[in-house]
């Protein structure tokens, strides 16, 4: 079984692995692209509301991750059905809220660059930029729920073909608007939603390839009764208050580093870019133990069960050692690669310890919400942010007064710990839920 368990994790987990390098490939070309106009604010007016739509669209990323658990669910107890419904509801959840944000585009628009606070040229080339994304909000948000469901059917490959297809139509608009038409940051941003509309029709035609192999059928008191929607809801519920930590973590460290001026807030960047890298593996086969382990736990196959999780703790271990070695060997030079500015650097040099620590911490947060968002265990991830965050504002204010305060080290050491507490966290809920629930005597 375990030798089958880890080609199976390895199997789903790759395809993900190749789709989250193309990311940073885009955001290579957009900067290259608009960074080569006669004026700096078109890249700033860009990189501004680019950072919006991360933000906010990460905000929604429970459409995936729910969906993900509850299809693999319903697909290990072969409820093809369910699996159908579960497609249909997360589309239609997808469409509902995708449509109040271009509703609503003015105000959240506003507020967002409000909150980032850039000069203001770059803040209306921003605005103008975001105005034109938000109208794909109802695709990015569907493609979310067709690359859960997806994956909650054991088909990673999907997530590659979609990425692939995204950043391809992307990056050639990208070169005919700016370079082709003259046009400026509004160019990057109307390459990036028709691409993002483009994706969806490619989406939607591999979902009804998809299902003309499902038995069952749609029911509509299923796709139009909200009270259908309660378990739905409710995992998705727990799972945006989750991101909300999430996104407060992030800009908190953000904030604090910007207060010790510019030197450490690109120090800081430059470092974030070394736990992307690693989490580009980690997030592999997080996603693989998602679809896995809620397959086994819908079908009640505890053997399956403890095989997969294994298979990713390994692989997910060897990427963690990995890194930390590549960090420890190599991260001069990888910063070096990074950034020019030998001020920076040598900040970077002097907080890259902590990414040297870093994998060995998170590697447990990210293989397990793997199995959590599986089990449909969404309560215990929320309530690990919120362990996370008790720890880390507390030991980031101590930090900062006791004695001379720690400064920059001091953030690090909060922010690791916040990492440490959520995978201590899930850890705890993991045994308690493993020998209680999820195993053969608890099912008798």
Not at 240 to 264: C, E, K, N
């Amino acid at each position: 079984m375990s030798t089958s368990a880890g080609r199976r994790v390895w199997m789903l987990a790759w395809p993900i692995i190749l789709s989250n390098i193309t990311v940073p490939l885009l955001g290579l070309v957009d900067t290259a692209v608009v960074g080569h106009l006669p004026e700096s604010r078109y890249l700033a007016g860009v990189t501004l509301g680019a950072m919006l739509f991360s933000f906010l669209y990460w905000g929604f990323g429970f459409l995936r991750m729910g969906t993900t658990g509850l299809t693999a669910q319903a697909a290990g107890r072969e409820d093809d059905t369910a699996v159908r419904n579960l497609l249909g509801q997360s589309l239609l959840m997808a469409g509902v809220i995708g449509t109040l944000l271009v509703v609503l585009a003015e105000p959240l628009i506003a507020f967002g660059l409000w909150l980032l606070d850039g000069s203001p040229e770059a803040t209306r080339l921003a605005e103008e930029y975001a105005h034109i994304r938000i109208l794909s909000a109802p695709a990015v948000l569907a493609n979310y729920a067709i690359l859960g469901w997806f994956l909650g059917q054991q088909n990673s490959r999907v997530t590659l073909i979609l990425m692939i297809t995204t950043n391809s139509v992307n990056i050639v608009l990208d070169l005919w608007f700016v370079i082709g038409l003259g046009m400026t940051s509004d160019g990057v941003a109307w390459a990036t939603a028709i691409a993002d509309y483009t994706a969806l029709a490619l989406g939607l035609w591999l979902v009804r390839r998809q299902l003309a192999s499902l038995q069952g059928h749609f029911l509509r008191t299923r796709l139009l009764r909200l009270t259908a929607y309660r378990e739905l809801l409710q995992v998705n519920g727990h799972l945006f208050v989750r991101t909300l930590g999430l996104l407060f973590a992030m800009a908190f460290f953000t904030s604090q580093g910007a207060s010790q001026g510019d030197v450490i807030l690109a120090a800081n960047a430059v470092l974030l870019q070394f736990v992307m890298l690693t989490s580009y593996g980690l997030d592999g086969f997080a996603h693989a133990a998602e679809a896995l382990s809620g397959r086994a736990i819908g079908s009640r196959d505890w053997p399956a069960f403890t095989a997969f999780v294994r298979a990713a703790t390994r692989f997910s271990l060897v990427t963690a050692g990995a890194s930390m070695l590549v960090f420890a060997v190599s991260g001069e030079w990888l910063i070096a690669l990074l950034t020019d500015l030998e001020t920076v650097r040598a900040a970077a040099a002097e907080y890259l310890p902590w990414m040297v620590l870093m994998p060995a911490v998170a590697v447990w947060s990210y293989l397990l919400d793997g199995v959590f968002i599986g089990a449909t265990a969404t309560r215990e991830m929320r309530n690990s942010i919120f362990a996370g965050l008790a720890v880390y504002l507390p030991a980031w204010w101590l930090t900062q007064h006791i004695g001379s305060g720690l400064g920059n080290h001091g953030l690090w050491l909060a922010f690791t710990l916040f990492t440490l507490v959520r995978s201590v966290t899930l850890a705890t809920y993991y045994h308690h839920y493993r020998h209680k629930y999820w195993n053969a005597a608890a099912a008798t």
